[in-house]
């Protein structure tokens, strides 16, 4: 099993710009999630899905789009880049109430 | 809303010291509680979890935490660290039976162990 998968692990976006930060795993987890880390702020919640098609906000949405067409996979969409959203991204995964496997993160630079 | 307060940012200790970091949260449900720690430059790792049953828990790498309700706190401990135990760490915490399975982190504790 390879777990979970992020791509890419480093990007460089100018202010404005879009992309889309890929995650999927192999696990067959109904619940994936998705995280930003920021120094002394933990991870905070950007969106999450419970399965297939549905899709919910977490604590920090804005700037971010999801959607979860398989069970296997789950991209992350930033609109319209912002030096704010600098930071590193997790993305994880989980089945039932038991805890995260995460992958191994996209560290994302905006200027 | 629920939060996850870890009580010192940072914390340097000698080897074979003992540790003990702190966590309390605020939800007074039933809640699943848990500690992950993050070795530089690397992803989240499990490193034990407690969903009910005995209070105390053991986990990977001679770690353990112990639940106290009555104090809404989940403290990790250590008897004995190592250099390679140098990270952060993160205490989360969840809900039971709610909808999204939403893992709430604290701030986290950067462990630094001289050797």
């Known amino acids: 099993n390879a777990g979970v998968t992020q791509t890419p692990k480093f990007q460089v976006l100018k202010t404005g710009q879009s992309m889309t930060l890929q995650c999927a795993q192999d696990m067959n987890h109904e619940y994936m999630s998705w995280y930003r880390q920021d120094p002394g702020m933990g991870l905070r919640l950007i969106h999450y899905?419970?399965?297939?098609?549905?899709?919910d906000q977490g604590e920090v949405p804005n700037g971010y789009n999801v959607s979860r067409s398989t069970t296997e996979d789950f991209p992350l969409r930033l609109l319209s880049a912002a030096p704010s959203q600098t930071s590193v991204y997790f993305c994880a995964s989980s089945y039932g109430g038991d805890g995260y496997t995460f992958g191994s993160g996209t560290r994302l630079t905006v200027v | 809303a629920q939060s996850v307060s870890q009580h010192n940012h940072h914390v340097i200790l000698s080897e074979a010291a003992s540790l003990e970091l702190g966590c309390n949260y605020s939800?007074?449900?039933?809640?699943?509680l848990f500690w992950y720690v993050q070795y530089p430059g690397q992803h989240l790792q499990l490193l034990l979890k407690?969903?009910?049953?005995?209070?105390l828990v053991k986990g990977i790498k001679g770690f353990e935490a112990e639940f106290i309700k009555s104090k809404f706190s989940f403290n990790l401990r250590k008897p004995s660290v190592q250099w390679s135990d140098t990270a952060e760490y993160f205490c989360a915490v969840s809900r039971a039976m709610e909808y999204g399975n939403k893992l709430v982190f604290g701030a986290g504790t950067i462990l630094r162990v001289k050797s």
């Open positions: 939800y007074g449900g039933t809640v699943n």
């Open positions: 899905s419970v399965g297939a098609g549905i899709t």
């Open positions: 407690y969903f009910s049953g005995d209070p």
